[in-house]
């Protein structure tokens, strides 16, 4: 695919996935809206959502202006199909409980740290800037995260229970994080993307130190799950889609 | 969950030279957790540079039964203010 891909599409198609990895992972916490387990955990977890849905919204305006055909972060957020859709498959697996839910934000947000950190110094100077601005604010998604994990795995009998449980169901879909497919591959070579493969043992070192601090093991490897960067995607995903996109396709440029 | 944990009174510094102010309290596990509730409530809109948190167990208050012998004595007592004192002329660096 690099060898037909243009420079125009290697960029489209890495601003997709960056976008769509904050757009769904945004709207997945937006569903604890007013179900957190106390008012300050809501704040916690919306304040966390809305700067993932802010970053979705830069990654996607500069993807749709890359792309030419007059699609603005809109058009590309609430009127594609789950095909077309380029996120992993972590950010869309459901909430379940909330250690459920730290136990994705912490292997998510703790890449996306790292992967921002990258992008900083992108050959393509928008996403150094939103990559700049971003990973400060994922830099604390990242540590609230670890907090919880360390709080709950090394916490009660039922709450260390829940996290060793939601880190066994976020794990498969841990190695997608680090594939380096053609495109992948393609941005990293003209230096607009991240070398993600480059950082997988930083990432490993980190998530362990915490899991230790845990009092917890890592879950053991499983097959991993891929192909969310090509449009292979979960069940999930289309139910997210149906409530995201409900209200704009029911009402084309409704505003209020 | 937070009816099972402590409440902290939270304190925000608008910016570097100014007092820490109280301005509400959260429900946390521990000081960490209260620091990062603390900011996610409190600090959301640009509000400050420096967060404490103090259980708030540890405030010991003054009794409002107490009022009248606290603080009323001090109504009368009006040479306690500088304004009350005339300065003469002359006087200067005061």
Redesign the interface.
């Known amino acids: 695919m690099a060898s037909v891909a243009t420079d125009d599409q290697i960029l489209f198609e890495s601003l997709l996935r960056l976008g769509d990895d904050s757009l769904i992972l945004g709207q997945r916490l937006g569903e604890w809206c007013g179900h957190a ?5 809501d ?2 977890l919306a ?1 966390m959502g809305l700067d993932l849905i802010g970053q979705a919204t830069h990654f996607l305006n500069t993807a749709g202006a890359a792309e030419g055909k007059g699609r603005d972060g809109d058009a590309l957020a609430f009127r594609r199909d789950v095909l077309d859709f380029r996120n992993c498959w972590l950010v869309e697996q459901p909430n379940g409980d909330f250690a459920q839910t730290m136990a994705r934000q912490f292997l998510f947000s703790t890449w996306q740290e790292m992967l921002f950190g990258h992008l900083e110094g992108s050959s393509d100077e928008t996403i150094a800037a939103i990559a700049a601005k971003a990973v400060k604010e994922v830099r604390y998604h990242a540590e ?1 995260a670890a ?1 919880w994990v360390i ?1 709950l795995g090394d916490g009660t009998e039922e709450s260390r229970r829940r996290m060793a449980a939601g880190l066994d169901w976020h794990w498969r879909f841990v190695p997608e994080l680090f594939e380096m497919d053609a495109i992948a591959a393609a941005a990293a070579e003209r230096g607009i993307g991240a070398d993600v493969a480059a950082f997988r043992d930083d990432y490993d070192v980190r998530i362990r130190a915490i899991l230790a601090e845990a009092t917890l093991d890592a879950p053991a490897d499983q097959r991993p799950i891929l192909g969310g960067r090509r449009g292979h995607h979960g069940e999930h995903l289309g139910h997210i889609l149906a409530v995201m996109q409900y209200l704009p396709r029911t009402y084309p440029d409704a505003t209020w | 969950m937070s009816k099972d944990w402590p409440l902290w009174e939270v304190f925000v510094r608008a910016k570097s030279g100014m007092s820490h102010r109280h301005v509400g309290s959260v429900h946390a596990p521990d000081a960490q957790i209260a620091l990062r509730h603390a900011r996610d409530t409190y600090t959301r809109r640009m509000e400050g540079v420096s967060l404490w948190v103090v259980p708030s167990a540890s405030i010991a208050a003054s009794d409002p039964g107490d009022d009248a012998a606290n603080f009323e004595p001090a109504l009368d007592k009006i040479y306690r203010h500088p304004t009350f004192y005339d300065i003469p002329d002359g006087i200067t660096h005061i």
């Open positions: 387990p106390s008012v300050e955990v704040l916690s304040n609230l907090e709080r």
